[in-house]
C-alpha cells in the first residue's frame, strides 16, 4: 500500500511573496487588493442604504465614515482599485496571448519567456501609479 | 454549469465594463466638493435622475459578479474537492444574489422618492 505524504503547503505557500520574485508578489497583490475591494464594495453598499432611513441616520453615518481614519480607508481604496485595474489589464492581455513571447524550445536557465521584462515593467507601473492615485486622493480628501 | 473558459470572459467583461462606469461616478463626486457632494440633498437629488440610477444599478451588477467569481476563484486555488467546490460555488452565487438585491433596494427606493 502506497504511504501519502501530506506535503500541501496550503495557505503558507500561498502568503509567500519572495519566492519568486515580482510575479508572484503580483499574483499575491492582486488577491489581497480583490478581497479588500470586495470588503469595501459590501460596506459601501451597506453605508448606502442609510439613506433610505432619512437625513438624521445619513449624516450620522457620514460623521462615522467622513473622519481621517475614514479618508484613510478610501485612499487605501483608491490605491488598491488602481494597483487592481492596471494590474488585471495585463493579466486579461496575457491570457489572451499578448506580451508574452512567442513559444520555443526550453534552454537553460530555463527562465519562462511569459515572466519577461514587458511583464515586469507592467508590474511596477501598476504600483507605481497606485502610489501616485494614492497622493491624489489625499490632496482631493485632505487638502480641503 | 458553465463552462470555467466562459466564466473568464464574464470575469473579464465585468472587470471592464465597471471600470469604465466607476470612473463617471467618482467623477460625479468631483464635480463638485468631495464633502458637499456627499449631503444628503446632493445625494437625493443624484439618485433623482435616472441616467445615474441606471449607472448605480449597472455598477451594482457588474462589480458584484466580478466581485464574487473573484472570491470564488482564490478559494478554488486554495483547496480542491468536489464537495468543497460546490459549497463555493454556490455560496458565492447567492452571496451575490443578495448583496444584488439589497443594493437595488437602495436604488430603487430612493429614485422613485420613497424614503
Known amino acids: 500500500m502506497n504511504k501519502q505524504h501530506n506535503n500541501r503547503i496550503g495557505i503558507k505557500a500561498w502568503l509567500n511573496p519572495w519566492r519568486y520574485g515580482i510575479e508572484r508578489f503580483a499574483y499575491w497583490l492582486m488577491r489581497i487588493t480583490g478581497v479588500g475591494l470586495l470588503v469595501y464594495f459590501i460596506m459601501h453598499i451597506y453605508e448606502t442604504s442609510s439613506i433610505l432611513d432619512g437625513k438624521e441616520i445619513w449624516n450620522k453615518m457620514l460623521d462615522l465614515t467622513q473622519t481621517p481614519e475614514g479618508h484613510l480607508i478610501l485612499v487605501l481604496v483608491i490605491g488598491m482599485s488602481t494597483f487592481h485595474t492596471i494590474n488585471g489589464i495585463r493579466i486579461m492581455l496575457g491570457h489572451g496571448g499578448i506580451g508574452v513571447g512567442k513559444a520555443s524550445r526550453p534552454d537553460y536557465p530555463y527562465a519562462p519567456k511569459s515572466q519577461n521584462m514587458k511583464n515586469k515593467l507592467c508590474i511596477y507601473a501598476s504600483i507605481g501609479l497606485a502610489a501616485l492615485a494614492m497622493l491624489y486622493s489625499v490632496e482631493v480628501m485632505f487638502g480641503e | ?115
Open chain 2, 1 to 115: 454549469m458553465i463552462r470555467e473558459s466562459m466564466i473568464m470572459k464574464i470575469h473579464y467583461a465585468t472587470a471592464l465594463g465597471s471600470v469604465a462606469l466607476v470612473v463617471i461616478h467618482v467623477l460625479f463626486r468631483l464635480t463638485q466638493n468631495f464633502h458637499d457632494s456627499l449631503k444628503f440633498d446632493n445625494v437625493i437629488t443624484n439618485y433623482s435622475l435616472l441616467p445615474y440610477s441606471i449607472l448605480l444599478e449597472l455598477i451594482l451588477i457588474l462589480i458584484s459578479i466580478h466581485g464574487f467569481n473573484g472570491l470564488r476563484v482564490i478559494l478554488l486555488e486554495l483547496n480542491q474537492g468536489q464537495k468543497y467546490e460546490t459549497i463555493i460555488t454556490y455560496g458565492c452565487l447567492a452571496s451575490m444574489i443578495a448583496l444584488i438585491t439589497y443594493g437595488s433596494r437602495t436604488i430603487l427606493m430612493t429614485s422613485m422618492g420613497m424614503i
